[in-house]
């Protein structure tokens, strides 16, 4: 609001202040569903903060130099040239006359981060491939990869054909693509074509509507905000501190870039001529008091009906379960943030809580940008962990089976939360890496004294397999995630046994129903305490989550692996808390729940308080590591 004494006595002046503020109410009518917050302008201060901020972002490589932009540019103008020598030799191959399938056109369209301008050094690129109506999806998978595979600069291909969104992954002379399908109802494609025209979905299937989408959002994104290169540096804080926080992971029930970059849009439009170091400010300022599950919107809903079904919680009972709704800005509406759960809704906002502490102390100048971009200490906050173990044969088996386990993570953190006793299911994004696994019988081998703990783990996708005793494959490769779990009180017995049982049971059996499931392939939970988590990080690590900075983390350090579970029934030993947590593996379809009674520090077996066998008879484990807490 405008402060009191800048308004005049003078009629004709008031007249001329509320002609102003109409005007700038008209040109702002189509940058949010409400009216700024504030006008205001930036002060000299506002000025300072940001250069601070600029600088600060500096070390954490969020800028590219003008080399590596240059050298994007040159690998998408690869790619689309070969785009339109496969539609062109594709058209041919239909009967389609030379002259026509010389005109029929095809582009490739980015979007995400790299389209919103705030990409960091070595990120990937979201883009999206869009041919005239006469080239098939099955095509595109088939022929087109086909050429890819015959380039000499695309390694790591991949296609991921049954996705949501279908997409073939690459690695183009160095950079990292996700390229998606569309295929438009129209003839040809010409060489400037907008995609903003809701028009140009009419017809289509949900596929190519979904894989449209994300150019369409990001566009639309841009056009919302009042300025570009505020919203892009602010962006860039933003995702920084997020990556930082360990809230970045869609796929996990955090927020991904989509959804970050609505809630930075819609603070540019609440403050729409604020600077950066302003706006970062004001971002933590609303959003943490933000009454979720009220929905955050860029615009009013286009009324534009073509059958797709779009996010209205007065149409669609299950919107309205959804936590934390952040709406897509283009037809059809989506709720980018479905997977958000009760747990990762309250870790998002405690770090708001936070983040508005720290920017607070900056804006006064009690602190320096730094503060709000160290990492937390997620391994000092719980005193128990599931730690979720995924291993296989080769490296590119256990690429897909990492990104399948990923995908199914949140599904257990809901079953977690749905126990009585359990308050906090706090899983960490951060996916660390195992050293190779050679021991003789298939399980982690530890590190032995004095090996470097940054040793790199070989990229030979096709080792030699080896067996053990029994025949059965040994992994060579592992690869872990961690989960804090916070019980509500001390002093109970809860049992996850089935819950853990049924997590690893779902992925087998949706990696065995798409093909997926090779020879080596397992999954595993175990309860960690905190005192053994040096068995499966390295200490180095451990080290710099204690003592982080705001310097820019060193890259990814290989952990040492686990000490191996022995297929026999036993308990566990650490015993020391209040809340303890068995662990037992057997090869039978039984189990028992023992109790643990704790005295002076010694754990002591009871008899069995209940038996489970049919329970996992129905259930039985996909791996032969079960939990059950005490």
């Known amino acids: ?122 990120a990937d690129i979201d883009a999206l491939c869009v041919a005239p109506r006469h080239i098939e999806r099955s095509d595109y998978f088939a022929s087109f990869y086909d050429l890819l595979k015959q380039q000499p600069q695309v390694k790591d291909l991949r296609a991921v054909e049954d996705a949501f969104v279908p997409v073939i992954k690459m690695n183009f002379d160095g950079i990292e693509i996700d390229l998606l399908f569309a295929r438009l109802a129209l003839k040809e494609i010409p060489d400037s074509f907008d995609l903003r025209d809701d028009i140009l979905l009419k017809n289509l299937d ?67 001529n604020a600077l950066p170091a302003t706006l970062v400010h004001k971002f933590f300022l609303v959003f943490s008091q933000w009454k979720w599950p009220q929905p955050v919107l860029l615009k009013q809903p286009d009324a534009v009906n073509l059958g797709f079904p779009v996010w209205d919680p007065r149409v669609n009972i299950s919107d309205r379960f959804h ?35 720290i920017t607070d102390e900056i804006m006064l100048g009690k602190c320096s940008w730094e503060k709000l971009f160290e990492a937390p200490n997620f391994f000092s906050r719980y005193k128990h962990f599931i730690v979720l173990l995924a291993a296989a044969a080769r490296a590119d088996d256990q690429l897909q089976w990492c990104g399948l386990i990923e995908s199914r993570i949140r599904h257990l953190i809901t079953t977690l939360e749905r126990n009585q006793h359990i308050t906090i299911a706090h899983v960490n994004p951060e996916c660390y890496n195992s050293v190779p696994l050679h021991a003789n019988d298939g399980h982690p081998l ?18 030699e397999l080896k067996r053990n005793d029994k025949g059965e494959v040994i992994p060579n490769f592992c690869s872990m995630w961690f989960i804090g779990l916070v019980f509500e009180k001390t002093n109970l017995t809860v049992d996850l046994t089935y819950d853990i049982s ?46 982080t900075s705001g310097a820019k983390r060193r890259p990814q350090e290989h952990a040492p692996a686990p000490a191996p579970l022995k297929k026999t029934k036993r308990l566990s030993e650490s015993s020391t808390d209040e809340v303890s947590i068995l662990s037992y593996n057997d090869d039978s379809n039984s189990s028992n729940v023992y109790e643990v009674n704790i005295q002076n520090g010694t754990a002591q077996v009871v008899e069995p308080v209940a038996k489970t066998a049919d329970k996992t008879q129905e259930h039985p484990p996909s791996t032969s590591s079960t939990i059950a807490c005490t």
């Open 206 to 272: 949900q596929k190519c509507v979904r894989s449209l989408n994300g150019c369409r959002v990001t566009d639309e994104i841009l056009r919302l905000v009042p300025d570009i290169n505020n919203f892009r540096l602010t962006l860039r804080a933003i995702k920084l501190w997020a990556k930082r926080h360990g809230i970045y992971s869609n796929t996990l029930g955090y927020l991904g870039g989509v959804s970050w970059a609505m809630l930075v849009a819609r603070t540019c439009q609440l403050y729409p």
């Open 323 to 357: 936590l934390m709704p952040i709406i897509t800005p283009a037809y059809p509406q989506q709720n980018s943030t479905f997977n958000v759960s009760a747990s990762t809704r309250s870790v998002i906002m405690e770090e708001f809580r936070l983040g508005l502490a």
């Open 502 to 547: 049924s997590f690893t049971k779902a992925v087998h059996y949706q990696a065995d129903n798409t093909s997926m499931l090779r020879e080596g392939m397992t999954i595993e939970a175990r309860h960690v305490r905190r005192k053994q988590l040096h068995q499966y990080l390295s200490p180095s690590l451990l080290k710099r989550e204690r003592t």
């Open 1 to 122: 609001m405008w402060p009191a004494s800048q308004y005049s006595h003078s009629n004709a002046h008031v007249a001329t202040s509320k002609q102003n503020e109409h005007q700038n109410q008209q040109n702002l009518k189509t940058l949010g569903m409400t009216s700024a917050i504030s006008m205001a302008g930036p002060k000299p201060i506002d000025i300072e903060k940001t250069n601070e901020l600029k600088e600060c972002l500096v070390p954490f490589g969020v800028f590219e130099s003008e080399a590596e932009m240059h050298h994007r540019m040159e690998v998408l103008g690869s790619l689309h040239r070969l785009v339109r020598q496969w539609i062109r030799d594709e058209s041919l191959r239909k009967n389609m006359p030379a002259s026509v399938a010389e005109t029929v056109g095809g582009n490739i369209y980015t979007f995400g981060s790299y389209r919103l301008g705030v990409h960091h050094r070595g």
């Open 446 to 463: 530890a590190l032995p004294p004095g090996t470097p703990q940054d040793s790199p783990v070989p990229t030979d996708p096709a080792p």
